[in-house]
Nanobody, 116 residues
Framework: QVQLVESGGGLVQAGGSLRLSCAAS????????MGWYRQAPGKQRELVAN???????SYVESVKGRFTISRDNAKNTVYLQMDNLKPEDTAVYYC??????????WGQGTQVTVSS
């Protein structure tokens, strides 16, 4: 059973920065994809950014140029550096990993609140 532990959320003013971390443990298989999703009140959960084991990344259009996803394969940890935060970035952010078998695992979520 893969366990994901997230950290780094909080309250920040618009224009500020936060860095989210998600450490994965317990997997008997290599982790292929790691990513971050977010869900704002009353909205569907959306994919924010993905990073694959070889380093390829993808971002939702609204965060391009402001957010950077990275990973440390040795530590099975994924990071999301969020700069120039906007009030519309306010949401619960969830870590998501997919192991080589295709199974998906979710973190417990961390709140990010951006005040105007």
């Amino acid at each position: 059973q893969v366990q994901l532990v997230e950290s780094g959320g909080g309250l920040v003013q618009a224009g500020g920065s936060l860095r989210l971390s998600c450490a994965a443990s317990g997997s008997n298989f290599p982790i292929n994809r790691m990513g971050w999703y977010r869900q704002a009140p009353g909205k569907q959960r959306e994919l924010v950014a993905n990073i694959f084991s070889a380093g390829a990344t993808s971002y939702v259009e609204s965060v391009k140029g402001r957010f950077t996803i990275s990973r440390d394969n040795a530590k099975n940890t994924v990071y999301l550096q969020m700069d120039n935060l906007k009030p519309e970035d306010t949401a619960v952010y969830y870590c998501n990993v997919q192991i080589r078998t295709g199974y998906l695992y979710w973190g417990q979520g961390t709140q990010v609140t951006v005040s105007s």
